[in-house]
């Protein structure tokens, strides 16, 4: 019996058991260090919990005993800098072994994690600590990013306690995360009283990445992790008796998908490999290899790398379940690697403020190019702009119904902006902003987010679909569709491409790519705008700002 299942039934053969009989039953009291990972330090202490790399050759092996120990010593170690109950707390940590103890010590003490990623900027620290009224920051020891909170300190009155983790040289104004750890006590008792945290608490708060807009606050509480057994168990497949890989940086919320709560509330080894900021795919298949990975989760660009490199050199077989999210997938990016790995790739949509709402679970067969169907513990619809629900074949948003009951690990809201929440959360359901149509099957198809769908002629384009068809193309690594505005026909069609090494730009390879996309879909869907670039304007999570391409085309 595997820990979760002391809240979460596991037992069911088919999709729709799954979904009539799923249950979450977190009671009032839930907390994932304590209940979780301390447990499982007690039952199984000798279990490896974590495998540790570089890309260095530096390796760290950290069982459940293990992280007891540090999780409590780190707990000890913030309490002693005054972090309390409800403090907010930035953890900048890039892929450090120490972003997991501070975030499990962080949920002992009852205080809010907030995940940010290393390259945020002075202007970014100053707009979250005041935003979020952080009380402390716990950063990787890199120069130029300190440099960025050090210059955001005059503009940042709430905090108090500056952390770096790294090698132990003094730097002014900063405490030695790892001198200090080591000195402190390695228990760290459950609080109790007023301190005891509830399940209705706030635990987690992350920025949203901004594709749009200003970064939303949103908040989770203490039942967000169970949710996650879901997409662990039923979505990625992990093993108890093996290794789960999830490509993240622990800056955005896909660290919380795959790299935490639901792996270990599943028993398997998470693994991190913490390569440098210049992404190779040849590290990453040989690390693969070296250390047997059971289960892989990556958004698409990874895969897209993975076949364009020498995949046949690479021993892959301990590979049982490979999952992709954070963009749409592209069916030829799916039988390209199942060409290569023999390994069908199982799609998942979801949200900062959800968890997986919509996948290709372990009983359904994958339809490439669909994001699957609702997940267990979600009421999912497509709905027109009047709510009502949208027959098959016909497009809508995307809606989480919350008319009969709040879903665990849907968000509690956005942190102090009760206005915004109530935009997208109103007459009983959650609107996700994001646009898709479902077959006669059920199966849900990505259409793009609302205000990325072009309107051309009286006809609504879907990016996804016309980005679908160029990337089948020998030529296109990655690429971007948007509308430009066209005073004939509303908008036209751009695509901005970055090409393969094999490839240059030429007026010729344009017209090539336009005939090749009317060849494959309508041929009223083709870009009559081609621009090549060397890479994509993404957000922190490695979604393409297709915002930003816009905001350039006006200029």
């Not at 790299?259 to 270990?264: A, E, H, I, R, S």
């Not at 513990?377 to 709510?387: L, P, R, W």
Request: proline share 5%.
């Amino acid at each position: 019996m595997l820990i979760a299942e002391k809240w979460v039934n596991l037992n069911f053969h088919s999709h729709e058991e799954l979904m009539e009989n799923y249950t979450i039953n977190p009671g009032e009291r839930f907390n994932f260090s304590f209940d979780v990972m301390d447990e499982l330090a007690r039952t199984k202490p000798d279990k490896v919990a974590m495998i540790w790399c570089d890309d260095e050759g530096e390796e760290e092996i950290f069982t459940f005993a293990d992280l007891k120990k540090y999780t409590s010593q780190t707990a000890n170690f913030f309490k002693s800098c005054g972090i309390k109950k409800g403090d907010r707390v930035i953890l900048c940590l890039k892929r450090y072994y120490e972003f997991w103890w501070s975030i499990l010590a962080l949920h002992k003490i009852g205080a809010v994690a907030i995940p940010t990623t290393h390259l945020s900027t002075k202007k970014d620290f100053i707009y979250r600590n005041n935003a979020a009224e952080v009380k402390m920051i716990v950063a990787a020891k890199d120069e130029g990013l300190l440099n960025y909170i050090d210059q955001a300190k005059l503009e940042s009155p709430t905090v108090e306690t500056y952390v770096f983790v790294g090698d132990s040289t003094p730097r002014e104004g900063w405490k030695d995360f790892r001198t200090e750890v080591a000195k402190q006590s390695e228990v760290f008792d459950r609080p109790t009283g007023e301190e005891d945290t509830k399940t209705s608490d706030p635990m987690l708060l992350y920025f949203t990445s901004g594709t749009s807009a200003q970064p939303k606050m949103v908040i989770h509480d203490f039942s967000y992790p169970l949710a996650h057994v879901s997409t662990a168990y039923f979505w990625q497949c992990v093993d108890p008796n093996g290794k789960h890989l999830t490509v993240a940086d622990t800056g955005w919320g896909k660290t919380a998908w795959g790299k935490l709560y639901g792996q270990w509330l599943c028993e398997t080894i998470v693994f991190v490999y913490n390569y440098s900021d210049r992404f190779k795919e040849t590290d990453l298949l040989h690390i693969i290899e070296k250390y047997k990975i059971t289960t892989f989760c990556a958004p698409p660009t990874i895969y897209r790398f993975f076949i364009k490199a020498n995949f046949e050199e690479y021993d892959l077989s301990s590979l049982q379940h490979c999952s992709i999210a954070g963009e749409p997938l592209n069916p030829e990016i799916y039988y390209k690697f199942l060409k290569l790995a023999n390994i069908e790739l199982h799609e998942g949509y979801g949200q900062t403020e959800t968890t997986l709402v919509i996948g290709t679970d372990r009983f359904m067969e994958p339809r490439p190019g669909s994001m699957g169907k609702p997940m267990a513990g979600y009421d999912v619809d497509i709905v027109d702009e009047n709510g009502n629900s949208c027959a098959p074949g016909e497009e809508g948003q995307i809606v989480i119904r919350t008319d009969k009951k709040k879903p665990v690990g849907l968000f509690m809201g956005y942190y102090g902006d009760e206005e915004r929440t109530k935009s997208v959360w109103h007459d009983g359901m959650y609107y996700t902003n994001d646009m898709a149509w479902r077959d006669e099957d059920g199966y849900y198809w990505y259409v793009g987010r609302s205000d990325d769908v072009i309107k051309s002629s009286g006809y609504r384009i879907s990016p996804f679909e016309v980005e679908s068809a160029l990337i089948e193309h020998p030529a296109v690594l990655e690429c971007a569709i948007t509308g430009v505005p066209d005073d004939l026909r509303g908008q036209i069609i751009k695509a901005t491409v970055v090409l393969t090494k094999d490839y240059t730009p030429s007026e010729e390879l344009k017209k090539e790519l336009q005939t090749h996309v009317k060849k494959t879909t309508a041929p009223y869907k083709y870009p009559r705008v081609i621009e090549f670039v060397d890479q994509l304007p993404k957000t922190i999570s490695g979604k393409i700002r297709r915002v930003e391409i816009r905001e350039n085309d006006k200029k």
